[in-house]
């Protein structure tokens, strides 16, 4: 069987390529987000620019996108979040976390995207990298003046804190 690149475990064939090769429409933003990416790691550039918002076509670099793709190494693509890009929605986000390998250096983009459908389609609007997200603790923080988690009745810094 072979999967689709997208990470829904669903052959290549019934899942993004339809989408890619014009077949039939993304029914959702993230349906058209895993197709971008699908058309990314096989190369499929020309549908990275006609899912492109038509607004947003003046800004597409087209010699650097085949670049990249070309260059990188895909290895997982994941959805974190979305909001909105449902089949009755106008609009829609779309966060997640690809990762590759380029000239032999592991990275992940982490992107926050937005979509809109105008016409029965859904298009890539634009896309900024996601901020990290806040680290919130479970428990207190220890000080390290505060006496040691461990019992054994040194200062945290003496102690488990070195």
Same mark, same amino acid.
């Not at 918002?53 to 260059?71: G, I, L, V």
């Not at 966060?95 to 995207?113: P, Q, R, T, V, W």
């Not at 603790?137 to 804190?161: E, F, Q």
């Given at each position: 069987?072979?999967?689709?690149?997208?990470g829904s475990n669903i052959n290549y064939e019934e899942c993004c390529r339809p989408?890619?090769?014009?077949?039939?429409?993304?029914?959702?933003?993230?349906?058209?987000?895993?197709?971008? #990416? !699908?058309?990314?790691?096989?190369?499929?550039?020309?549908?990275? &620019?006609? +899912?492109?918002?038509?607004?947003?076509?003046?800004? @597409?670099?087209?010699?650097?996108?085949?670049?990249?793709?070309?260059?990188?190494?895909?290895?997982?693509?994941?959805?974190?979040e979305t909001s909105g890009g449902g089949a009755e929605d106008v609009e829609g986000?779309?966060?997640?976390?690809?990762? #590759? !390998?380029?000239?032999?250096?592991?990275?992940?983009?982490?992107? &926050?995207? +937005?979509?809109?459908?105008?016409?029965?389609?859904? @298009?890539?609007?634009?896309?900024?990298?996601?901020?990290?997200?806040?680290?919130?603790?479970s428990a207190p923080k220890v000080g390290r003046n505060d006496p040691c988690v461990?019992?054994?009745?040194?200062?945290?810094?003496?102690?488990?804190?070195?």
């Amino acid at each position: 069987m072979n999967n689709c690149p997208c990470g829904s475990n669903i052959n290549y064939e019934e899942c993004c390529r339809p989408i890619i090769k014009g077949e039939r429409a993304a029914v959702t933003a993230e349906q058209l987000m895993r197709s971008r #990416y !699908s058309a990314y790691v096989k190369k499929e550039l020309d549908y990275i &620019l006609t +899912s492109l918002h038509p607004d947003s076509r003046s800004d @597409y670099d087209e010699k650097s996108t085949r670049a990249w793709a070309e260059s990188a190494e895909w290895h997982k693509f994941e959805i974190l979040e979305t909001s909105g890009g449902g089949a009755e929605d106008v609009e829609g986000q779309v966060e997640f976390a690809a990762s #590759y !390998s380029e000239n032999g250096l592991e990275k992940e983009h982490h992107e &926050l995207s +937005s979509f809109k459908k105008e016409d029965g389609n859904w @298009y890539f609007v634009s896309g900024k990298i996601a901020p990290p997200k806040q680290f919130i603790r479970s428990a207190p923080k220890v000080g390290r003046n505060d006496p040691c988690v461990c019992g054994s009745g040194k200062k945290y810094k003496k102690c488990c804190g070195q």
